[in-house]
């Protein structure tokens, strides 16, 4: 491609060359020159136009303490001062917070849609695919092959929804896993929890000790429910969600949370507390283990950081799961609104952002500050943390790498989840009763 646009500047100019040796006073009547202008007007240069202001707005999670948050910044930065005529609005918000899914939905609904929206891949995204708010990008990185080359292929294909189209333009994967904090283990005699006797036994010891065993909240339980019920179901049931008949391994993985509650694993405040609170426990020592992304390890205090390795959750006796099963992934990728694409004015300049957002080197700076795992291919992040690289080995090591149970359920089907967490290791309600009253919620989607 550069070498056909030199060619053709080449011969554009041989021919203004040309046209101004032969135009303007060009020798008439036998050779003398003639002072009558020629019967051809002389055409003006316009001076280039500069592109008009385009304002864009983008939606993410790289906002607050997130450990991406400079370097997504960073990446803004760069595009606006290559791209002058562009003002972006980089509006974030915690994926965390309960909220978040709320505002996107109520956004993508309301005519209020971002331009570019960084979101979760799978069900959460389903209502905004099938009410085409945004639009499926297959055409576009076709058109770009080296673009489209530059990622991992296992990238791309794990981002496709169910319906074989790429909405979603991975950036970054992750990993959850037990992030234990191996000083404390050793301080006080306790095997590490690297099967279901050890991880009960941790419990009693450390919970002896005063020091919280497995900090977690109820409400936010999120990687409560998704490490539990994989420990017990395994891949195969956890990856069929609910649509099917109910695995009662599922009602077997929460009946295993209610066994570690029994003997002293959460904190006190458990019920009270937010996934913001129990990291925090774990960062600053009090807690010995806490189920977490790959996104946390970056934010911990630099000492338990340095104490931390990464172990998948020990399999539920009894289950399918293989106590090397372990939830991963693209979870998480840029989306175009169909407002955007559809808008002359801000298609090109939205596109050419999503084109330096997911360029390999935007991806390593990201995966650099957030310990992720790189969309892109051949990218490897500097200077991780020795927690990072036993991830890193856990997903290496896996016999499955599964995407969250809440990507294989309804958003209210999830919800019901998380809010049966406290009544079932509290004693009011079984496993089975929780399970079953999630399946009634996911039915009722149908």
């Known amino acids: 491609m550069k070498k056909s646009a ?123 695919i099938k009410s085409e708010k945004v639009v499926p990008l297959d055409e576009v990185l076709d058109a770009d092959p080296e673009w489209k080359n530059g990622f991992a292929p296992a990238a791309l294909e794990f981002a496709k929804h169910e319906d074989g189209k790429t909405y979603a333009i991975p950036l970054t994967g992750f990993f959850e896993g037990l992030l234990v904090n191996k000083k404390i283990f050793a301080d006080n005699g306790v095997e590490l929890p690297t099967d279901w006797e050890k991880m009960k036994a941790a419990v009693s010891g450390l919970k002896a000790k005063g020091i919280i065993p497995l ?62 609170m129990a990291a925090n426990y774990y960062s600053e020592g009090l807690a010995a283990m806490v189920l977490e992304g790959s996104w946390a390890i970056g934010g911990l205090s630099d000492e338990t950081k340095a104490n931390t390795t990464v172990l998948p959750f020990p399999a539920v ?16 990728g840029f989306y175009v609104s169909k407002a955007t694409y559809d808008n002359a004015a801000k298609k090109d300049a939205t596109i050419a952002l999503l084109k330096h957002l997911t360029s390999p080197a935007t991806i390593k700076n990201i995966a650099t500050a957030n310990g992720g795992t790189p969309a892109a291919a051949g990218v490897e992040p500097e200077g991780v943390t020795q927690a990072v690289l036993d991830g890193f080995k856990m997903v290496s090591e896996a016999t499955s790498v599964n995407s969250p149970i809440d990507s294989k359920v309804t958003p209210e089907t999830f919800s019901e989840l998380r809010a049966n967490v406290q009544p079932v290791v509290t004693g009011k309600k079984t496993g089975t009763e929780a399970i079953d009253a999630a399946k009634k919620v ?3 989607a149908k």
């Open 6 to 128: 030199l060619t053709i500047v080449s011969l554009l100019l041989v021919m203004t060359m040309f046209l101004a040796a032969c135009g303007g006073n060009k020798p008439t009547d036998g050779g003398k020159a003639s002072n009558t202008p020629s019967s051809t007007p002389t055409e003006t240069q316009e001076p280039s136009k500069e592109p008009d202001p385009v304002n864009l707005r983008v939606f993410s999670t790289f906002g607050g303490t997130d450990a991406a948050r400079e370097a997504f910044q960073k990446a803004l930065d760069e595009f606006t001062s290559a791209n002058p005529h562009v003002k972006i609005e980089n509006d974030t918000m915690s994926a965390n917070d309960d909220g978040f899914r709320t505002k996107v939905n109520t956004d993508m609904t309301n005519g209020n849609e971002p331009d570019l929206l960084f979101y979760f891949i799978g069900t959460d995204a389903s209502e905004i």
């Open 215 to 276: 900090s977690g909240p109820f409400d936010q339980s999120h990687y409560l429910l998704e490490h539990f019920i994989l420990a017990a179901a395994g891949s195969e049931s956890q990856n069929k969600g609910l649509k099917d008949a109910v695995d009662p391994n599922w009602a077997k993985g929460l009946d295993a949370m209610k066994e570690l509650y029994d003997l002293g694993a959460f904190p006190e405040d458990a019920a009270t507390i937010d996934l913001g």
């Open 317 to 332: 006796p009894g289950g399918a799961g293989t106590g090397k099963d372990v939830v991963g992934g693209f979870g998480t």
């Open 442 to 444: 996911e039915d009722s």
